[in-house]
């Protein structure tokens, strides 16, 4: 469970990981700022966008725990997509024109022939309907212009890849990928393989590194619990961080890391831990150097030192 907030008027220093399970409609920061409203956190950010077309996956991070965003960035990440074959769209999904359509003549040992292409390690050129940046304009915005940049093909991996369901022209694709993979760009590219291009009709985010979708709650969920239901929802900050060994120590070698100061006798270790204290507090990243002492590397703030901007709550 997260940590009791403090509250000054309508915001509270929410210090937690919420796995909320977005649904189709709205953006990302849309069901974002939902949360943040019913969780009253003064700080929030999620890690990810998902486009108001797909639906699943969504960790919002609340408080302190945004200092660590970057860890589930860098995750790689697991959808469910339906591929509908034989139309391409200006979009690359279902939320775009129809600019070409094509007679559909593969079977299942054709897409599986395909599939097997984009496993592994592969240049994919992202989508001109994306936030990507060029010259410091995002690439949608030259998109919904009518103009088409050039891009610049990036290396993603493709870790996972399966399919079912063929259906009406139509199969589910299964995918669990690096960061920076645009699945609506996998699907446009299988069905050029295939010879009869295709687009992304629905797209589920199952799972975020150790995180997974079963386990979110959904923003009517959400809706329903009380205050105190609502902060036991919340994970620990450190649970964004469980792939890296932790250390415990005492007071003093608390302080010490607190106040920047090396702490020593560590020598067994080497790279980034989590660093605890007397009661098993959680104070936030490590580094365990060459020779033996532990050093801060991104520490959580005490009640003292944050600097939680709370605002009053409305007139009326």
Request: aromatic share 6%.
């Amino acid at each position: 469970m997260a940590s009791e907030p403090r509250r000054r008027g309508r915001w509270c220093a929410v210090d937690g990981v919420l796995l909320l399970d977005k649904p189709v409609g709205p953006t990302s920061n849309a069901a974002l700022q939902t949360a943040r409203r019913l969780h009253r956190a003064a700080k929030a950010g999620h890690t990810g966008t998902l486009d108001p077309l797909a639906s699943g996956l969504l960790p919002v991070l609340f408080g302190e725990a945004t200092k660590f965003s970057g860890f589930l960035l860098d995750a790689d990440k697991s959808y469910r997509a339906r591929v509908q074959l034989g139309s391409r769209t200006t979009t690359g999904d279902a939320e775009g024109d129809v600019v070409e359509r094509s007679k559909v003549a593969v079977d299942a040992a054709a897409i599986e022939a395909v599939l097997e292409r984009f496993r592994g390690e592969i240049e994919q050129v992202p989508p001109m309907h994306s936030a990507l940046k060029r010259e410091g304009r995002p690439l949608y915005a030259y998109a919904r212009a009518g103009l088409e940049v050039e891009r610049r093909a990036r290396r993603v991996t493709i870790r996972e890849l399966a399919w079912h369901d063929f259906v009406d022209e139509a199969f589910t694709l299964e995918v669990r990928c690096s960061k920076g993979t645009y699945v609506r760009s996998l699907a446009a590219d299988i069905g050029a393989a295939l010879g009869c291009g295709a687009h992304l009709a629905a797209l589920r985010r199952t799972a975020i590194g150790r995180f997974d979708v079963s386990e979110a709650f959904s923003l009517a969920q959400l809706e329903g619990l009380g205050d105190a239901e609502r902060l036991a929802a919340l994970r620990p900050v450190d649970s964004l961080l469980a792939d890296f060994p932790e250390v415990h120590l005492e007071q003093a070698g608390a302080q010490a890391l607190a106040h920047g100061r090396d702490v020593h006798g560590f020598g067994g270790l080497s790279g980034l831990v989590r660093a605890y204290g007397p009661g098993g507090a959680f104070l936030g990243l490590a580094e365990a150097l060459s020779g033996g002492p532990l050093r801060a590397k991104r520490l959580l703030a005490t009640q003292d030192t944050r600097e939680d901007q709370l605002e009053p709550c409305a007139e009326g």
